[in-house]
């Protein structure tokens, strides 16, 4: 199983950004995916969450902002993070997770650095 992904960099606050997370060695088509961030010193939080239908939530702090997708027949899902701001920062990871029998999983993280 491997959730690579991808896309994070530096931007100035305003800027835009596209995160990648390729998924393999599962059936994504079942899975929910979902993208957390952890900033420095910070507990990690859900940014946002994409069902396999479809349907998405998002975090209060990025409603408006970033927008959540998934190509299933690319086993693919996007962060759209658009008017970044420096609090945006941190370490962004992927999640694939599936029920009812609990099965989830992590990528390795992204690093995306809003300057002010």
């Known amino acids: 199983v491997q959730l690579q992904a991808s896309g994070g960099g530096l931007v100035q606050a305003g800027g835009s950004l596209r995160l990648s997370c390729a998924a393999s060695?599962?059936?994504?088509?079942?899975?929910?995916m979902a993208w957390y961030r952890q900033g420095s010193g910070k507990q990690r939080e859900l940014v946002a969450r994409?069902?396999?239908?479809?349907?998405?939530n998002y975090a209060d702090s990025v409603k408006g902002r970033f927008t959540i997708s998934r190509d299933n027949a690319k086993n693919t899902v996007y962060l759209q993070m658009d008017s970044l701001k420096p609090e945006d920062t941190a370490v962004y990871y992927c999640?694939?997770?599936?029920?009812?029998?609990?099965?989830?999983?992590w990528g390795q993280g992204t690093q995306v650095t809003v300057s002010s």
């Open positions: 994409i069902s396999r239908g479809g349907s998405t």
């Open positions: 060695g599962f059936t994504f088509d079942d899975y929910a």
């Open positions: 999640n694939a997770l599936t029920w009812p029998i609990m099965t989830e999983y």
